[in-house]
């Protein structure tokens, strides 16, 4: 979980130590999912690496000593934002294509073959109506939190400057 917290924040996976050594090659025997989340930030970047494993194989990270800590952070946030869009249009990619074939969604999903029936247009703005609501949740939860740390400073100031009694 550490990793994936350094890449989405830039860590550079190619970097080598004073033995020409990449981290990848230091985990290789002991960590074999973590050697392979390092070799895919070698090829296409800390941030692309940690969206195509949260897709692929998510429980790499979700399983991960740490993950509960490290998951909440702004910018792991927005990696997991990301690989939940991109795994909504394929579902709706692979549905709209069953649909456009006559076919029926997947077995057991009215969600996906409704989804499926949504044209291109309409789908992009069910995205843009998801992103903004998350948008205004995120700032909203913001808000409460340094509401409630402003709250709560207020209340000890409170405390002292009534409990002195002059």
Request: aromatic fraction near 4%; charged fraction near 25%.
């Amino acid at each position: 979980a550490a990793v994936a917290c350094l890449l989405a924040h830039g860590a550079d996976a190619t970097a080598t130590d004073e033995y020409g050594e990449t981290p990848r090659a230091q985990v290789s025997v002991v960590d074999p999912p973590l050697a392979a989340l390092l070799e895919l930030a070698e090829r296409v970047g800390g941030r692309d690496a940690i969206i195509r494993t949260l897709i692929d194989t998510p429980h790499v990270l979700t399983d991960a000593p740490g993950w509960d800590v490290v998951r909440t952070m702004p910018r792991l946030q927005e990696l997991q934002d990301a690989a939940n869009l991109r795994i909504i249009i394929a579902l709706w990619a692979d549905a709209r294509l069953r649909v456009a074939n006559g076919e029926a969604a997947r077995e057991g999903n009215l969600k996906l073959r409704v989804l499926g029936l949504l044209h291109r247009n309409a789908f992009g703005e069910l995205l843009r109506l998801i992103a903004m609501f998350d948008v205004h949740a995120k700032k909203k939860q913001k808000q409460e939190d340094e509401g409630a740390g402003a709250g709560a400073g207020a209340a000890t100031v409170e405390s002292r400057d009534g409990g002195g009694g002059g």
